[in-house]
């Protein structure tokens, strides 16, 4: 019986695990806003200052009501997003239904508190969509570390806008050599069949925050064979009411996984053709830029400041399943991974956040038999970037990554062993669920050798959705990171931990919450 029970719980976390079809079930703040956590730890004794936007003068005072000019869904019928963060611009995002007279508007509110409608107009140019409807326009114009508004526009009369699309917001990022604290938030799989995704809504709700990062399998298109069929699930996704509540108050940081595309798909045998289209659809409906000399190449990092530098890994249309056994794997290609161990040793920022569709950490294949799917089944490149984040004694580097459909938290490797003190962790998932993140349960089901999430080397599992919130504190030393869980339910807390130096420091087991 217990072999049996432990089969059967191992089937739901598979199906659970690789997506398949039966598995799972504000307004702008003040332009100055941090988004941070306000219970986050401050040190004025390291002699770090954290950095705070100068006083300005407007440079372009109107009065402006942009909630005024009715909105047109029609025209605009997938919102707006900001992306691809820089120091003094941003990526903004929209698909649009018309070609001509479309004006995109970027303001800072709040500059008269005797009158709301005053802004300081930074930007009112022209935009032209692509042949497919996208507008990815990048704006020189913002101010660092303020909050910013901003809409896209028909206007046949200059001046005078007769509709817009949703009003979007974003904090810009801080310029280089500045340390400020920052709240981020994020997701993993958001299986179409839980839209319009009401726990993204209670995500919004619960608390600010200024990047919202998803790791990947963001819509369920394994259906879809061409760039117009792909195109249909992102356009439904991103209507949701979940997805419009996380995306456009914050700066958004896509990551892809296989869903995209197709499930597990192998980059050796798909269809060329598919692939592209799965691609190219990616990039129709994210704030991201292709580069001109590689238009295929996701890989890239943005940066926060000396905060934070997020590296942006692709982990699915570069794999050669056929090199998984030989010293030559490649999970990432080799000039993905040159590229990566340069930007990682050279990186000066703080944190630098790794953002990894697929877990690194070591899990035990008798357990996670969707090992191969992974860095574990590519062992001689996995061993390689471990061995040289060692060799090299990089400091605050976490992996944050998604696919399960649970939340866990753990070391790399196995305490004692080289690699432990670098920490990974999920945030989400949005929508699914996966039993292997109840470890009481399966213990009690199978027995103590089946532990999916044995500690110390991890010290945290969820089986279902929740809440994520990632605080980042450079101002401490040595600097810290607190990864925040909550229930969706009523939002009471479930886990909260902070990383400092290696070690992770956590409260007292919550009670269990979590009912079969």
């Not at 001509?100 to 300081?120: C, H, Q, Y």
């Not at 400041?305 to 590296?311: H, I, K, N, S, Y």
């Not at 574990?376 to 992996?399: C, H, K, T, W």
């Amino acid at each position: 019986m217990r072999e049996l029970g432990y089969r059967l719980l191992l089937a739901a976390a598979l199906l659970a695990a690789t997506g398949c079809d039966e598995a799972g079930s504000s307004d702008a703040d003040a332009d100055t806003d941090t988004d941070v956590d306000s219970d986050a730890d401050t040190d004025t004794d390291t002699g770090k200052e954290e950095w705070t936007p100068p006083d300005r003068d407007p440079v372009n005072p109107q009065s402006f009501d942009a909630a005024a000019i009715t909105e047109d869904e029609g025209v605009f019928p997938a919102g707006v997003i900001a992306g691809e963060p820089q120091p003094t611009s941003m990526l903004l995002w929209t698909q649009a239904d018309q070609t001509e007279n479309l004006r995109l508007k970027v303001w800072l509110p709040g500059i008269d508190p005797a009158d709301a409608s005053r802004v300081d107009l930074l930007y009112d140019e022209a935009v032209t969509p692509s042949d497919l409807g996208f507008v990815h326009q990048r704006v020189e114009a913002v101010v660092p570390g303020r909050r910013h508004e901003y809409a896209f526009f028909v206007e046949a009369t200059p001046g005078s806008p007769t509709a817009r699309s949703r009003i979007g917001s974003f904090l810009a990022a801080p310029p280089e050599g500045a340390l400020t604290r920052l709240t981020l938030s994020g997701t993993h799989g958001t299986h179409h069949k839980e839209a319009p995704y009401p726990n993204l809504v209670k995500n919004a709700e619960l608390e600010p925050f200024a990047i919202y990062i998803h790791t990947g399998d963001s819509v369920y298109a394994d259906g879809a064979t061409t760039r117009a069929d792909y195109h249909e699930y992102w356009l439904d996704n991103w209507q949701t009411a979940g997805f419009r509540a996380v995306l456009e108050d914050a700066v958004y940081l896509p990551v892809w996984d296989d869903h995209e595309v197709k499930n597990n798909f192998n980059p050796e045998t798909i269809d060329p053709a598919q692939l592209q289209a799965g691609i190219d659809a990616f990039f129709d409906y994210n704030p991201m830029a292709r580069f001109p000399n590689a238009p295929n190449r996701y890989w890239r990092t943005w940066r926060w400041g000396d905060t934070v530098e997020f590296f942006a890994l692709d982990c699915r249309s570069e794999r050669k399943p056929s090199t998984r056994d030989r010293p030559d794997a490649e999970y990432i290609s080799v000039a993905q991974m040159t590229w990566f161990k340069d930007a990682l040793s050279s990186s000066t920022a703080v944190f630098k956040i790794v953002l990894d569709s697929v877990p690194i950490m070591n899990l035990d294949p008798k357990i996670w038999m969707t090992v191969g799917d992974s860095w574990r089944g590519y062992p001689a490149q996995r061993d390689e970037l471990i061995e040289f984040m060692v060799s090299e004694e990089l400091e605050n580097v976490f992996f944050v990554t998604g696919d399960f459909h649970m939340a866990t938290v753990g070391r790399l490797e196995a305490v004692g062993t080289p690699g432990d003190h670098i920490w990974e962790f999920m945030l989400g998932p949005g929508a699914q669920d996966n039993p292997l993140g109840d470890r009481e349960a399966i213990i009690e089901t199978v027995g103590q050798d089946f532990d999916p999430l044995p500690p110390p080397q991890f010290r945290f599992g969820y089986p279902k959705a929740l809440l994520s919130y990632v605080d980042l504190n450079p101002l401490v030393e040595p600097p810290q990171l607190t990864i925040r869980y909550y229930d969706t339910e009523d939002g009471h807390a479930l886990y909260r931990a902070t990383i400092a130096a290696g070690e992770l420091e956590d409260e007292e087991p919550p009670p269990k919450v979590y009912q079969d």
